[in-house]
Every structure is written in structure tokens, then in C-alpha cells.
């Protein structure tokens, strides 16, 4: 059975910084990552990993977050740095094979 458990969500002043966790098993995904999504809008790439550790980020992400592989390959990490309200949204941690987790809340307040 494969799940993907999501930590790490919460508010945050506009300014701080929060990291995200995603911890899978039942499966060795090749690629995890991040998304995210506000209410009205498409689902947007935070940013992806792969096995081997080559990311890529969103527009958004880009310079801001840095994400990450625990050495065993079923964790992922994403560290959020300089967040804005334009950060509010709820993230997703997409695993491929393709799975998605429940959705973690960040609300970055002004």
C-alpha cells in the first residue's frame, strides 16, 4: 500500500521560512516533488527531484526554495525561504509513480 505523508504545513508571516516533508512508502519513487494549488487555479509545479538528485523548480520557487532527497529515497524536502502571500496555497507532494498526497495547508500572512 503506498502512502505519502505530509508535514510541515502552517502559517507563517510573510518574510519566514517553512519546510515541508514528504515521506513515502510502499513504493521507490524515481521522482518526488512539489506542487501546489489555490483555490480557482491550476495545480502549479513547486519543484521535482529525481533519484539522482537533479531538480527543477518553478518560476515561483526559483531562488527561494530548495528541495531535497533523504539518503534512503523516499523522503523529500522542501525548504521555503522569503515566503510571500502570493505563497498561500495548498502543496502537494507528487510522487512518480504517480501519486499524490492529501495537501498540506501554507498560509503566509502580510
Known amino acids: 500500500q503506498v502512502q505519502l505523508v505530509e508535514s510541515g504545513g502552517g502559517l507563517v508571516q510573510a518574510g519566514g521560512s517553512l519546510r515541508l516533508t514528504c515521506a513515502a512508502s510502499?513504493?521507490?519513487?524515481?521522482?518526488m516533488g512539489w506542487y501546489r494549488q489555490v483555490p480557482g487555479k491550476q495545480r502549479e509545479l513547486v519543484a521535482i527531484?529525481?533519484?539522482?538528485?537533479?531538480?527543477n523548480y518553478g518560476v515561483a520557487a526559483k531562488g527561494r526554495f530548495t528541495i531535497s532527497r533523504g539518503s534512503a529515497g523516499n523522503t523529500v524536502y522542501l525548504q521555503m525561504n522569503r515566503l510571500t502571500p502570493e505563497d498561500t496555497a495548498v502543496y502537494y507532494c507528487?510522487?512518480?509513480?504517480?501519486?499524490w498526497g492529501q495537501g498540506t495547508q501554507v498560509t503566509v500572512s502580510s
Open positions: 527531484i529525481s533519484v539522482a538528485g537533479s531538480a
Open positions: 510502499g513504493i521507490s519513487p524515481s521522482i
Open positions: 507528487h510522487v512518480v509513480p504517480v501519486y
